[in-house]
């Protein structure tokens, strides 16, 4: 998919900031406790599992990242929740543990947070959503811990036209299909994989065939290339949904999430079809933006779809003052409301982000600015000051601010990462600054070279970025002999790397292009 709603995201709160009357982050902030979390050592876990014939149960995920926090205050937190976790072996795979990137290239997980279920002899079960409610969670974690088949096995029978039960068609349903890494169907397959799915599912599952329909929408309108769809019969069947509260709630992460993305694929732009289905779509979330059973971050999220439509019929202009006035007051509720560390990590990060598609930048950058003395990860907010500077014109302090997260951020692949997005800054924003971009790129370097498995997963993706920043950087050759300098230092990593290790190989191959 081309993309998944990622909030980021700031407000102002006319005098005092709201938010310096809530307490302190949790103190420890990697993990809620109440769960008897096996960190890191993967291994060890599965051989306790296959010791004592139990699931075990792989949580992917990093210490600053919004959805993951999500999940810690939503549904880790709950004593449903920690109860279940006696019926399985739980671990913990933070991105910047030792190893961690290894381990996520051995289990295809990727983006933050991932959630799998493996059997006790390490066949994976299903991957579970982390953007739905907790009741939606605990229930699909039940239909999985109860199926003796994996996911794998229902969606090939499902396929084949085998009779499934109910649970199946569910677990189909409610599969985390946003962190398959192509697991169970390659990613160019998938918009038209789930519409054969949603046309499959028997007449009495109606919801689940609707959710289907749904998620094969959001697929396809993320999509490099949607597969043919039935425009007028999706157009119905989505109209179904915004029409029925109940099915819109139930319906809620795809009709937040991939709002503007869903309209712009079954709609013309400018036209009555689409005006009225935005119409249609803005008064679900509305009512979504004020269900008390949804958390403080679900309900900002539909506000933030309620910009992204007003965009959709706006792209450049000034949004609609009623809806500006909604967005400061939604706002300022979730920020004055929200005390738990890990929830403002999500919160903050919708809010902001809502401000700032709103064109209330102002406003971002003051509940930004406050965040950064109470989180746990400032240097996360950092890059959405980052954003918001840029947005404005501002290149120096965008950069500024892209300098600022690299230097605060915290762990091996995360410091690479927030690395490669201050020297990408430095590339689009400065691209003069020839000595700041190399020593930037160098520091990167550097620290690449003390670090395992610095070549695996997201870490490698960091990488291939970094060199293809450079490659653009330099090619007029404006800048040869600092481009030059860079890759040679990348060229003595590799050179260090034993002959057998699958990473020499990788890092070779980062050089290919310099070398063409």
Same mark, same amino acid.
């Given at each position: ?55 075990l ?9 919004p ?73 699909t ?13 229902t ?26 890494? =192509?697991? /169970?169907?390659?990613? &160019? +397959?998938?918009? !038209?994989?789930?519409?054969?799915? $949603?046309?499959?599912?028997?007449? #009495?599952?109606?919801p ?5 329909q ?8 993320n ?48 036209t ?19 269900? =008390?059973? /949804?958390?403080a971050? &679900? +309900?900002l999220? !539909?506000?933030?779809?309620?910009? $992204?439509?007003?965009?959709?019929? #706006? ?104 690395g490669?997005?201050?020297? #990408? ?28 498995n ?20 330099n ?42």
């Amino acid at each position: 998919m081309k993309r998944r709603l990622t909030l980021i995201a700031a407000l102002l709160i006319a005098g005092s900031s709201a938010y310096a009357a809530t307490p302190p982050a949790n103190a420890d902030h990697k993990l809620p406790p109440g769960i008897a979390w096996q960190q890191g050592d993967v291994a060890a876990a599965f051989a306790q599992a296959r010791a004592t014939g139990k699931p075990l149960f792989l949580y992917w995920g990093a210490v600053w990242c919004p959805p993951c926090n999500q999940v810690k205050a939503t549904i880790f937190n709950q004593q449903a929740f920690i109860d279940r976790t006696r019926q399985f072996i739980p671990v913990y795979l933070d991105g910047d543990q030792p190893g961690a990137q290894k381990l996520g290239a051995q289990y295809k997980v990727r983006g933050y947070p991932t959630m799998i279920l493996f059997k006790p002899d390490g066949t994976e079960i299903t991957r579970l959503p982390g953007e739905v409610d907790f009741e939606r969670y605990l229930n699909t974690l039940e239909m999985a811990l109860g199926n003796a088949r994996p996911v794998k096995q229902t969606l090939a029978a499902a396929l084949k036209g085998s009779k499934l039960g109910s649970d199946d068609w569910k677990l189909l349903a409610d599969y985390s299909w946003d962190t398959d890494q =192509a697991q /169970l169907i390659a990613e &160019d +397959k998938l918009p !038209a994989t789930l519409l054969k799915l $949603a046309q499959s599912v028997p007449a #009495s599952e109606g919801p689940t065939a609707a959710r289907l329909q749904l998620k094969a929408l959001a697929a396809a309108a993320n999509a490099e290339k949607a597969p043919p769809i039935d425009k007028a019969a999706a157009l119905l069947a989505l109209n179904k949904v915004l029409a029925d509260p109940k099915q819109s709630r139930a319906n809620f992460d795809v009709l937040v999430n991939y709002a503007g993305e869903i309209i712009e694929l079954l709609t013309a732009s400018g036209t009555p079809e689409q005006a009225t289905l935005v119409a249609s779509w803005n008064k679900s979330l509305q009512s979504l933006a004020g269900d =008390a059973s /949804l958390s403080a971050n &679900d +309900k900002l999220g !539909a506000v933030t779809a309620q910009v $992204a439509l007003a965009r959709l019929l #706006s792209p450049k202009g000034n949004l609609p003052e009623p809806l500006l006035s909604e967005v400061k007051k939604r706002v300022a509720q979730a920020d004055a409301g929200t005390t738990n560390g890990y929830e403002r990590q999500a919160v903050i990060n919708t809010a902001a982000y809502t401000l700032s598609s709103a064109g209330l930048l102002d406003d971002s950058d003051k509940l930004l600015n406050a965040e950064l003395k109470r989180s746990h990860s400032p240097y996360y907010f950092m890059l959405s000051l980052a954003s918001n500077a840029k947005k404005r014109g501002d290149k120096a302090t965008a950069v500024d601010w892209y300098e600022k997260a690299y230097n605060a951020s915290e762990g091996p692949a995360t410091r690479l990462q927030w690395g490669v997005s201050y020297v #990408s800054g430095l590339v689009e924003l400065a691209p003069q600054d020839e000595v700041r971009i190399e020593k930037a790129a160098t520091n990167i370097l550097t620290e690449v070279a003390g670090t395992k498995n610095a070549f695996y997963e997201r870490n490698r993706r960091s990488l291939e970025k970094l060199v293809g920043k450079i490659h653009a950087w330099n090619k007029d050759q404006a800048h040869q002999a600092s481009a030059k300098r860079v890759l040679a230092q990348l060229e003595g990593v590799c050179g260090k790397l034993p002959g057998k290790d699958p990473q020499k190989a990788v890092c070779q191959g980062l050089l290919k292009p310099a070398k063409a």
